[in-house]
């Protein structure tokens, strides 16, 4: 069997920055209809080109989302083709037999610069005989970053509800909540991931049916809300020690001309600053019940 891929490299995606990718490959509706695939990068259309639509007519073994996966290394195919991979997932990792067979992960390109890659007058598809790939793409590697939520639909996407994702931003939990605007994707989705439904190297599926927990073989990186961690190890008043350190600093490095205007008893830095407050008996309670 072939590799088919498109390339884009005129629209690379920039280091520490989150990027939404959307691909939408549509089959063709009529006998001669063209199958089309469709990339939309942060809510823009980026790309458009007839791809062929696998057949439907083959069970899937397993899918990865960011990952090299397993290595096909011979050019033809048989009843057997599945006993040559190093190893074989766990069945409960494995779909069932009703979706179409996915082999391998397409990695990205490592050059564009050799190959039929670095052509740009050429046909955007390129065909890559299996066995083939790394020669043309490179040793196959997962991927080089941080993923957010992922997730399949059974159906194509719009251009208005990309743009909806991308405007939702990165690892937004409740994305196709009922009163939200992508409520109607709900229905709509084959398998859903994102990193906060995580326990024990699996990632729970989020999905309306719950049918496909995936695992990860990467590794989880968990962000916290300063406020949220202020919270944790007792609230706002850890951080009046650096204050006063803080403080501190500013005063030792004070300019001369301050001192000369104000003179020595007014910016001698001798025993601690204090403030005395005018307070009658009725404030100094409080404060007491409050301390």
């Not at 509706?29 to 939309?40: A, C, H």
């Not at 490179?138 to 996407?157: N, Q, R, V, W």
């Not at 944790?232 to 501190?248: A, H, R, Y």
Request: hydrophobic share 35%; glycine share 8%.
């Amino acid at each position: 069997k072939d590799y088919m891929a498109v390339a884009l490299p005129e629209y690379p995606l920039a280091y520490s920055r989150w990027h939404s990718v959307a691909i939408v490959h549509i089959p063709g509706r009529r006998p001669f209809g063209q199958n089309l695939v469709t990339v939309y990068i942060d809510g823009e259309l980026r790309k458009t080109a007839q791809l062929r639509f696998p057949s439907f007519s083959e069970p899937f073994i397993y899918c990865c989302i960011g990952s090299a996966g397993q290595r096909t290394t011979t050019t033809t195919t048989s009843p057997n083709l599945p006993t040559t991979f190093p190893s074989s997932p766990s069945p409960e990792f494995a779909f069932p037999t009703h979706p179409p067979s996915l082999i391998r992960s397409q990695s990205t390109p490592a050059s564009f610069s050799r190959g039929p890659w670095g052509s740009t007058a050429e046909t955007a598809v390129h065909n890559i005989s299996a066995g083939l790939q790394d020669t043309e793409w490179g040793s196959p590697t997962s991927l080089d970053g941080l993923l957010g939520t992922a997730f399949i639909c059974h159906e194509a996407l719009q251009q208005t509800q990309a743009r909806a994702l991308h405007a939702a931003g990165p690892n937004n939990v409740p994305l196709f909540k009922s009163d939200g605007e992508l409520s109607d994707l709900n229905s709509k989705l084959l398998l859903y991931y994102t990193p906060q439904a995580f326990k024990s190297q699996i990632c729970l599926d989020l999905s309306p049916n719950h049918q496909y927990d995936g695992r990860l073989t990467g590794h989880r990186v968990v962000n916290w809300d300063v406020k949220d961690v202020i919270n944790v190890i007792g609230g706002i008043g850890v951080v009046l020690p650096l204050l006063e350190q803080v403080c501190e600093a500013e005063q030792a490095y004070g300019s001369p001309e301050t001192s000369d205007l104000l003179g020595p008893e007014l910016t001698s830095f001798r025993g601690p600053a204090a403030m005395l407050l005018p307070l009658n008996k009725h404030a100094e309670s409080r404060l007491e019940r409050n301390s």
